[in-house]
């Protein structure tokens, strides 16, 4: 059997766009699944509210069922979080407050949602919309009370749940923290893998909140609990990512929990069931005897309005009697492309190097200053992107508005890649100078020479000196500007003919001296030349 539904982008009767979703027909097969849908539709179309999607219309009697709802414009918060980063400080808050009052609105006449998880939520331009609540996941149809069935997003369902309980408004409110711990986040906060897996991270209480601050991590730790005796209600999760550094939240949070917490009898393992020992006992009584099938998005039609939710073909896990699988590894996670270090420039690096070194010895002052623009461009460059590299892990990932903060703090990168510069340039040009000076006395070579060996150390030591930000720079920038082998392809010959062009310019051009401009005359310890 495949999907229970399929949601298409339709236009009424006067010319309005909305979201059709037709539902399977084993959903009306007989007298009794129709009489049920028909009662669910007339609940669902009492449900209003701005953060939800308004069931508009629907059709039960015919073969072909189907409900209508509001189209809603926009992309997932999945989508949203990873296009333009994690949700932070006010609008983290902004959006836990519209989604409650979107899960308030659909509890208010009766209806538990059931499936809440971010691609759930449509990201409208009037703020989050809660879509497919309901429908067509009748908590006393029997193909959905299966023993042995999970009927439940992984990661996205209560514990209790998963361990046979029916879902009440309860699982929805827990499901919904875990939507805000993805926001805050930018990552599912049970992980990726296959079903057993994440139900396995899910029932062990075992989140991923790394790269949260430590209140909010412990608020988010007691509202996603396994035990819930001792979870805390979303409204006090909420509580406290509105004063994280706020103390008095944080006792409010705990209050008579901390209390249960220090009567529980420590547990005894039970390794023959897969299932921890700090599982709630009737939770427990409940659970389904095995494991055959979890749900499956619904791949939508091409022109679906949003991903359709429903059930997909079961799947054998080869389990048995067990409940739950053992512990199983996370696979590896690969790095973003963020957190990657940059392609290595060190043959761009060498060839604008050389080039900086040939054409220094006939114009040497007018090329050093050329080659301070060049390097405090790199190090300012280098600067901004290991600040907001260090951001993002920080926040856990991309996060809304970084590129406003890069841009707010360009001045005072700009300054600093300046002072890097001058420290960096300046230690170069020492041991330069302190190179021609000596063999000028030597007399080891003619002046044209002369300039190049100090260009060539001041260009060495200064780049190689303590300047981990200019060789950042100098990758990112290079990044950009050759993305692909065939780019740097293109850019190693072109730097190339440069430095091959510059010679023939310097030493058969201009074959006398040294042009010491914009000075009047020759530095004094070159004056022998």
Known sequence: MGGMSTVYEAESGDGQRVALKLLHPAVTMDARGRERLKREVRMLQRVKGPYVAEVLDAETDEDE????????????????????????????VELAHQLRTAVQSIHSVGVVHRDIKPSNVMMSPHGPVLIDFGVAQFDDDV??????????TPGYCDPKVLAGAAPDEQADWWALAAVMAYAATGRH???????????????DGKPDLSGLAPRVAEAFERALTPEVAHRSTFDQLVEVLQAPNDVTSRASMCGAQEAATQVVTPPQPQAETGVDSDTDEEQLAAAPTEVTSV??????APTAAYPASGFGQPYDYGFGSQVFPPAMPQPPQELPAWARPARSARAAVALIGAAVIVAAAHWPIVVGFVY????????TVGAASIGLRDRRIAHGGRYKREHVGVAFRLPGNAMWGAINTVLNVLFGL??????MWAATLLRLADARLIVLSGAAVTVVVSWLSGN??????ARRIFAVLAPTRGYRAFWSVLLGAVVVALLFVVFLLYPAGVDWMPLAGTPFFMEQF
Do not use: C
Request: charged content about 15%.
């Open 430 to 435: 020492f041991f330069g100078v302190a190179l």
């Open 143 to 152: 193909r959905l009370t299966t023993p042995g069935s999970v009927t439940h």
């Open 65 to 92: 069922a189907f409900i209508v709802t509001e189209l809603i414009e926009g992309p997932t918060l999945e989508k949203d979080v990873a296009d333009n980063g994690v949700y932070v400080g006010t609008e983290l």
């Open 372 to 379: 301070a623009a060049m390097f405090w461009l790199a190090a």
């Open 189 to 203: 906060p049970f992980g990726a893998g296959s079903a057993p897996q994440i139900m396995r991270r899910v029932i």
């Open 468 to 473: 981990a930000k200019g060789k950042e720079g």
């Open 295 to 300: 749900p499956t998005q619904v791949a939508p």
